[in-house]
């Protein structure tokens, strides 16, 4: 992941321009009332007083004549705010939503830099998680958990990372003319769903036939861990790996069947154990022959 470390000469930049804006939306005022604004707690209370004494911070968002953040990134926050307040407008220091940073940046501002000049802010979400769900994040436990948290999920969304086509080196003219199925059966996978931040796991089986190249064994399971390894739903999964063979192999045709098990509803919700998710994606003459179909589907039983 790629970091911006902003400095603090590029904040009071920002906050500069961000003062002007925010003047020049309001109406006049008479010399010594100030416009009045609302830091969204917690990343607009620097910015609030970054942009000095020309405003009066309030407490109470009904106070305020506008809203203030450090960012606007999916813009779940302003448009929640933008909807409960309407007609009171939302600053942000930085905007992404209308000038979108590059994939996979990670910002981090001179308040999330720790005594070592790391970030910190990514640890920080993992201790306000332990503290939103009732625990206390300074107990033995858990003081080195936030940290473990942190490359945990590195490894689990490894994916985002890697190209399929890093991995899929082909074998020209390995076939031999071989025109029948190659199938890698009941390859364990786990992933984590989009939707809940739950794991779900369970077997893919894929299969394809050749057109005078052939893959590596082992590319079939690791072309399912780079798509596994992000946040996704199952079918999504089926659908890239099917897509990703079709492309870079070229093959008379590609089938994938994944079975799975999903903790977001074993877990939650309708909390029933036990039930199986299966999802099939067929390209080529698995989908235009029958008979081709019928095997493959017979041989991820």
Known sequence: MEKRFLTNTELLAAAEKMAAAITHSQPYRPEGIRTRIMPIPRGG????????????IVNQPSEADVFVDDLVDSGATRYRYENAYPGKPFFPLLN??????????????????????????????????????????????????????????????????????????????????????????????????????????????????????????????????????????????????ADALQEHLQPRGVGVLLEARHLCMESRGISQQGHTTITTALRGKFLEDHIVRDEFLKAAQ
């Open 45 to 56: 209370l620097p910015v609030a007083y970054m942009l000095g004494t020309d405003f009066e």
């Open 96 to 241: 992404y939503l209308d000038h979108p940073k590059a994939p996979g940046q990670w910002v981090v501002f001179p308040w999330e830099v720790n005594e070592a000049g790391n970030d910190s802010s990514a640890d920080d979400i993992v201790t306000r998680l332990l503290e939103y769900v009732g625990e206390d994040p300074k107990r033995e436990g858990l003081r080195e958990t936030p940290a473990r948290v942190l490359k945990a999920w590195k490894h689990w969304c490894g994916g985002y990372s890697q190209d399929p086509k890093d991995v899929l080196k082909c074998f020209a003219d390995g076939s031999e003319n071989y025109d029948e199925m190659v199938t890698v059966k009941k390859i364990p996978f786990y992933s984590t769903c989009e939707h809940h931040l739950a794991p779900f796991f369970g077997t893919a089986t894929i299969s394809y036939i050749p057109q005078k190249k052939v893959l590596g064994l082992s590319k079939l399971s690791r072309v399912l861990s780079i798509f596994t390894r992000r946040l996704q739903v199952q079918e999504r999964i089926t659908t890239q790996v």
